[in-house]
């Protein structure tokens, strides 16, 4: 069927024409179509681009590898945390057993884990897990700090503890004499008969009687100061110096086996008993300084009696018999 063509009458031209189409209808059209089909193209973009049935292969790569992360940062969270808590722990036993010992004051938590601060996880804002990201390093910042704040602690705990080890191997802490080598103790600290003139004198040290040749020992670590007759009345005699203010002395022995300036041990033999000087019977002389003045060397044998040796023993010094010097 043919297409039906309309005309006009030109009044101009007495004429007939030929109606044509249109130009808004003729360019309109077509126009309205390509720009429909543009717009339905994009709605299918975007529709695409976000309906996970839709996924490309990268984009499930992607997706997977980010769910990893997510579990991989849960575990790693979850040993951070554990790491947090030993942490901790090591920070209540330093406050509350090794300062305490030491007489040191406790660390807070706040020195321990330092000043955080925030700016510095900037770079790692902006991404959709970024809160977890930044909460992590601020953790295990913190960790770290309370880690190296534990480690001076301890180096300066353990600087102390080989000074306290030093002081205390230094303290003379046991008899001169050992006690199956004794046959009594003689004479105690404290006013006795002088052994000469009889005459009440204050005696300095303790007497420990024993058969001549019986070994000696330093009662301390120290160093030998003499070993000689210099001082008067003590005859063949021992000092040694403990530091921290102790000095010890040794008198009457009949033959040394150390010499000034030797380093001796709590322990060593440095002499043995004699009766050289002002003696009356072969005995030990002992004598226990601090800071320069004569100490009472009942109060330093803890090392090597029993409570019953020390009560017995302490009996007999304090009663106010005769020296043997």
């Known amino acids: 069927m043919s297409k039906k063509v309309k005309y006009y009458y030109d009044p101009e031209s007495l004429a007939y024409r030929i109606i044509g189409p249109q ?36 984009d499930k790569v992607q997706a997977r590898e980010i769910e990893n992360l997510k579990l991989n940062y849960a575990i790693l969270y979850k040993k951070i945390d554990a790491l947090d808590q ?4 090591m920070a209540d036993r330093d406050n509350n057993l090794y300062r305490v010992y030491f007489n040191l004051s406790p660390i807070s938590t706040e020195k321990r884990q330092g000043i955080i601060n925030r700016k ?13 990201v930044i909460n992590t390093s601020e953790k295990v910042d913190r960790i770290a700090n309370a880690l190296v704040a534990q480690s001076k602690s301890l180096d300066g705990i353990l600087k102390l503890a080989k000074a306290k080890d030093k002081f205390l191997s230094a303290i003379p ?24 003139t009889k005459a009440r004198k204050m005696h300095e040290g303790m007497d420990f009687t024993a058969r001549t040749g019986t070994p000696i020992f330093a009662t301390g670590d120290g160093v030998v100061k003499n070993a000689d007759n210099s001082k008067s009345g ?35 033999i440095i002499g043995f008993v004699g009766s050289t000087g002002r003696s009356q019977a ?44």
């Open 23 to 58: 130009k808004r209808k003729k360019y309109g059209y077509p126009a309205l179509f390509l720009l429909a089909s543009a717009l339905f193209g994009f709605l299918c973009f975007v529709i695409l681009m976000n309906t996970p049935y839709f996924e490309t292969p990268k």
């Open 173 to 196: 802490a046991i008899q001169p004499v050992k006690n199956e080598d004794l046959k009594h103790m003689a004479s105690g600290f404290g006013y006795r008969s002088d052994p000469f």
């Open 86 to 89: 030993v942490a901790s722990e």
């Open 282 to 325: 072969p005995h030990c002389h002992y004598e226990v300084h601090k800071d320069g003045k004569a100490v009472n060397p009942i109060n330093f044998y803890y090392g090597n009696i029993s409570a019953a040796e020390y009560v017995a023993i302490s009996k007999i010094a304090n009663l106010e018999n005769q020296s043997l010097d």
């Open 120 to 132: 510095r996880y900037q770079e790692l804002e902006g991404f959709d897990n970024s809160e977890l």
């Open 234 to 268: 003590y005859g063949n005699h021992i000092e040694i110096n403990h530091g921290y203010g102790y000095l010890t002395l040794y008198g009457h022995l009949s033959k040394y086996k150390v010499r000034a300036g030797q380093r001796v041990k709590r322990g060593d």
